[in-house]
């Protein structure tokens, strides 16, 4: 748990030298204190609502994530559903670390452990990226000038692809025979990997 924490941290401090002084969005129907995140260098987005999932989550993951030449790996309770997404890390006691929330105008980590600016809308936008509807997925990067699909692998295996000017940024591949789920960010240099846990 110990290096997960230190995974994110990683992955949080980047964004922020990123993001800087970014404000948040303004002149929105409900008062929102969301962030944009850098997809790109130069590009910023906005996370999808909570009702762009596809299918409801509400289940234990072992979380393996790789960044910096170093693999960790966690216990991740995801809940993801047309209210809300929020991930509760585990250590190998069952014992709660932290909580990343978000309900469609406010996104937060609560935890001690993390910094105070760390940015959990880069998190959220991943978890997006491979739980919401591929169809509103492409609606909502080509107002920034991305493009993103979702090609069949064969099998219950999809592979989906947030690209930019025809070069592929992130790669998300879903195999649900194995219950495993693959975010490869080809641009940042991290892959995260989701295998749900099945009691027997």
Known sequence: MRHFIFFLLTIGTFALQLIGCASTPKN??????????FVTNTSRVDVLPPDSI?????????????YGGKTLTATVYLTLNQNEISAVLLNNFGIEMGTINYDGTSAEVQSSLFPKKLKPEYIILDLQNAFASPENLKNHYAKYGFDFC??????????????????????IFIDKTENIIKIDNILRGYEYRFTKIIDE
């Open 28 to 37: 929105q129907a409900k008062k929102s204190s969301l962030s944009k995140v």
């Open 150 to 171: 979702e090609l069949d692998a064969g099998e219950q295996k999809t592979e989906r692809q947030l690209l930019k000017k025809k070069e592929i940024i992130e790669r």
């Open 54 to 66: 596809l299918e409801e989550i509400d289940d234990y993951f072992l979380f393996e994530g790789t």
